[in-house]
């Protein structure tokens, strides 16, 4: 069938990786996408490595549909390590390329969602 | 009898394939499908006598002028109402309730003002309300519903006391799919302070059953065109005459006016007084012919059928473990609008699945976040019936169900 619901996505849907709250953070965000229901946040540790400030440690929380839990969970795993400015250049064909499937607008919303809140905790740890 | 099959050939959308595969429409709830007839009301509109109203002298103008007036006739009778002049044109149930808010609302209710709605509303129905509330320091109070999706009626009328001025509720919640007891409720209602005004949002009702203003006892009562195979953008307020004739307009303009000068204005009595400006003129005829259909269907008809199908679907989603259906367990007591849940599978993905096989339901919180937060889930599924529903379409819809289960493997 095709679909997006292929076994990458379901798989981090059902097995979110760094998933549930971190005991201590440097900065947290949350987004929520009314239109679905879909409620992402995230914790953030950084540190500081060759005079730039890198993702020492990031989960997410919250709830959601498969897309937006697996992008959380794919988005996590890709950023843990990358230093801030990277971070930043983050955009929409970098998430569809991460997820490997193609979106309607609509659903595009949900993926996307995981991105806002990182992009959230930037802005506020500046 | 009633022929779903037959039925879905008025419809041409039905001729469309997606993938090669037929639509199987579940969200008439959302919005109607048109039948030809209405189509072919609104096209001869605009091709044999698309000229503005009211306004000329010559025979097309007059035609027109009396095809929307006769739309209107159709539209009240179709409703109970006495006199067509009770029906004002929108643009939806939303405005019209909007209208209410603005017109009336705004003359009377003041700080300290009570008004009585409920959980359940659409967001139609419950933020310009809520708004009202907020600028001039008027208090809403919020009745419940139980597991049932049954209104609290004993609590709604000890919230009603000599400050309530208006009860604003639903007919048919197009969530929970509950028909309220609205007749029962307002006799009782009226029986406590025959003050209070009460507006009926019947957007989900109109379309599916057969019902009287007159019976109801309501003041105001709004729908939508075309949620009851109308076009889009018309909608109407029917309010009792003697309230329209005491309220001031809501938008001002050409047309609901009597005489302009410098000075002052002077304004047409309703339903005219409301209807400034060109109104959606295609849009009342496509509406005047969709009551026609209906009619012609017969609401009896149409609300047996829904409620045969409601049956059918309810028994065999009650098959499926692991889905949790919201509203009235019985199929008399609700209307053809089933909204449900799958364990851990979030309502998109439900609705992503079903529409790789056409399938098209409705996920999310359906203009109603109170009533989500009350049920205390983020979202839900939504599939809806109306006169092209067969039992073969909730067949598929099953079928669609059971194929999310195996993908998401619960």
Redesign the interface.
Known sequence: ?????RENI?DHY?NPRNFGRLDRFDVTAEEYN??????IGMDIKWKMENGKWKIKEINFYG?????SMASASMLTENVKGKNLNDIKKLGTPDILKILGIDLTPT?LK?ALLPLEVLHKTLALAK | MFDPVQIKKDFPIFKRLINGKPIVYLDSTASSLKPQKVLDAINEYYTKYSVNIFRGVYKLSEEATAKYEQARAKIAKFIGASNPAEVVFTRSATEAINLVVYSWGRENIGRGSEIVSTLMEHHANFVPWQQLALSVGAFIKYIDFDENGQLDTSQLLKTISSKTKIVTLAFVSNVLGTINPIGDIIRQIKRKNPKVKILIDAAAAVPHMKLDVNKLGCDFLAFSGHKMLGPTGIGALWGKSGLLENMPPFNYGGEMIKQVSIEKTTFKVAPHKFEAGTPHIAGAIGLGAAVEYLDNLGMDKVRRHEIELTKYALSRLSNLSNLKIYGPKSADDRSGIISFNLDNVHSHDVAQVLDSDNICIRSGHHCAMPLHKRLNIAASARASFYIYNSKEDVDKLVGGLMKVAKIFKI
Request: proline letters at 5%.
């Open positions: 069938m095709d679909s997006i619901y379901l059902k009314p239109f679905c229901g879909d409620r709830e959601g549909c498969a897309i659903r949900c």
